[in-house]
């Protein structure tokens, strides 16, 4: 799409009404009126992302044109512009910088020591900013902010938070604690993916929202599918770093002209914090493997004290809800990757060939195929989703044993009402494929748990193996003995949860996520009031 960079003044009055039509129109220029954004400019912020976030919105487009928007019927010459993840957060601030007249800086380039710089083993650096500063005409805002996401990428945010030698970067590691973890909070995966939160709630459940190589937008709960990862290489949690436009002059419009911006350091931010890597207790290598997290005096493992901290310790525990709140989360996700199967099959990408060699890193390949309709990361979130909720199930099961005061329930069967519960939800979470013969073939929460180790990501499978058929159900498939050895030799990729980007082969692990199972052990714990429960 061709992009005008500046409007003409001297339109005649039929020019001017022609252009305003035109998919193309010409937006007001940015003009900066704010020499550093406010605490009302950020919370604005939060509420343009939470508005955006609770939408049905699918892809960067949508989200632009969708009536959460304020913003939509002032920008013809914007709406249109795709994003994977770590373009997305770029967008949504960069967007709303131009559109309430603020300034905005970003890290235009960032260098390392190994070759691909979103997967480096240090650091990377910024080794260029560019300021968006007017320079006294006013910005082209569309160009400027697609100059920006030219230049952004996974790699941008693997920075060491603790290291401010050179130029600052983008975002600060925040505390974790109440109003620190809000949202427009980014969750950056070290594996190469990145979310923006759009809500937290009373709880401390954190919601983000993703974009994907195929534009795609989704939303989940956050949780160990985003991992722990060293200090030094940045992931977790990140907040906007602070700002302020110095040596500017304002014209008679009020606008501020030229100038540059300058970053508070980490000591200037009051909720900088490195706890997310260190722990809670001494831990003086600073070594994520080491690092203890304790609440109130009870040691708890990352993921829960996350919540519990983020809720300033109002986290409480309903089995059953939690179990349903999960289990609707994950029903998102087996949804959205439904999807993205659904494309593949729609562009007959099984009918071709399969390639004589797998891309050297299948988490984040350049192939154009393979970027646009492979799903091993998504898969391996979806594993590492599946593991979190029975091992934190497992221990709100532990703690209700245990009667801890943390967990809220009123009933007196528990094992029956998550029973209950669990059936219920797997039921109402049926994912419904096409098979090669095309008839449906109904797929429940609990039959997709079973055989989550066996979805394939490999877009020239056939959907049966897409979706881990074995037996009768696989029958249909037409996939030659060829590339049914590559779905054999691809298992052990598919145990991994825990991915190794440029590492394609890994450790068979292959750990049980069989969550009725869980339920169906627990035995008749009983929780009236003055007995034991049994069944430990």
């Known amino acids: 799409m ?10 005649s009055l039929v020019g001017l009404v022609a252009m305003l039509w035109a998919p193309g129109a010409c937006a007001a220029p940015w003009r900066i009126t704010h020499d550093h954004w406010s605490h009302a400019d950020e919370m604005r912020f939060e509420d343009f992302v939470q508005a955006i976030g609770e939408t049905n919105c699918s892809s960067s487009e949508s989200c632009l044109r969708n009536a959460a928007n304020p913003y939509r019927n002032s920008d013809q010459a914007f709406v249109d512009v795709d994003v994977d993840c770590a373009k997305l957060p770029y967008l949504l601030r960069g967007y ?30 910024v080794a260029e900013r560019h300021d968006i500063v007017d320079p006294g005409e006013g910005i082209d805002a569309p160009e400027t902010l697609r100059t920006m996401l030219s230049s952004v990428y996974s790699g941008s945010y693997r920075t060491d938070p603790d290291d401010e030698r050179g130029l600052p970067a983008d975002f600060y590691s925040p505390a974790l604690r109440p109003g620190s973890i809000r949202r427009g909070t980014i969750v950056y995966d070290i594996n190469g993916h990145v979310g923006i939160v759009y809500k937290v709630d009373g709880d ?26 060293p200090m030094h290489l940045g992931g977790g949690f990140k907040n906007w770093r602070p700002f302020r436009l110095v040596g500017a002059r304002r014209n008679s419009a009020g606008h501020w002209i030229g100038g540059h911006i300058v970053h508070a350091k980490n000591a200037q931010v009051p909720e900088f914090s490195l706890t997310q890597y260190t722990g809670t207790a001494p831990n003086p290598s600073a070594d994520v493997k080491k690092a203890r997290f304790v609440y109130d005096g009870v040691a708890l493992g990352f993921y829960e004290y996350v919540r519990a901290a983020v809720s300033g310790g109002k986290t409480s525990y309903n089995p059953v809800f939690e179990l349903q709140a999960t289990m609707r989360s994950l029903c998102n996700d087996l949804n959205d990757r439904a999807q993205s199967v659904d494309q593949a099959i729609a562009e007959r990408v099984p009918e071709q060939l399969h390639p004589s060699k797998l891309p050297d890193d299948i988490y984040d390949s350049h192939d154009t195929i393979w970027e646009s309709y492979a799903t091993p990361a998504r898969d391996a979130r979806i594993r590492a989703a599946f593991l979190q909720f029975q091992r934190d199930l497992g221990n709100i099961i532990r703690l209700w044993i245990n009667r801890d005061p943390r967990v809220v329930y009123d009933g007196h069967f528990l094992r029956q009402d998550l029973q209950q519960a669990y059936a219920q939800e797997s039921q109402a979470c049926t994912v419904t494929y096409l098979n090669s013969t095309k008839h449906p073939v109904p797929l429940t929460f609990d039959e997709i748990a079973h055989r989550l180790f066996r979805l394939s990501f490999d877009p020239y499978d056939c959907i049966e193996l897409r979706w881990g058929a074995t037996g009768d159900e696989r029958a249909t498939c037409t ?15 598919r145990d991994r949860i825990d991915r190794t980007a440029g590492a394609p082969e890994g450790t068979p692990m292959h750990p049980s996520v069989d969550i009725k199972s869980l339920i169906d052990s627990m035995g008749e714990q009983v929780s009236f009031q003055g007995m034991i429960p049994v069944g430990r």
């Open 96 to 125: 709303f910088a131009w559109k309430n007249g603020l300034p905005f800086s970003y890290a235009s380039r960032v260098s390392g020591e190994d070759n691909d710089l979103r997967y480096t083993k240090s650091a990377n650096r």
């Open 204 to 229: 401390g459940r954190i919601y983000y929202m993703d974009a994907h190589p195929d534009f795609s937008i989704t939303r989940s709960v956050y949780g160990a599918q985003f991992g722990q990862s």
């Open 479 to 493: 996939d030659g003995a060829h590339k049914l050895r590559w779905y054999d030799s691809e298992q052990t990729m």
């Open 2 to 11: 061709a992009l005008i960079t500046r409007c003409s003044m001297a339109l």
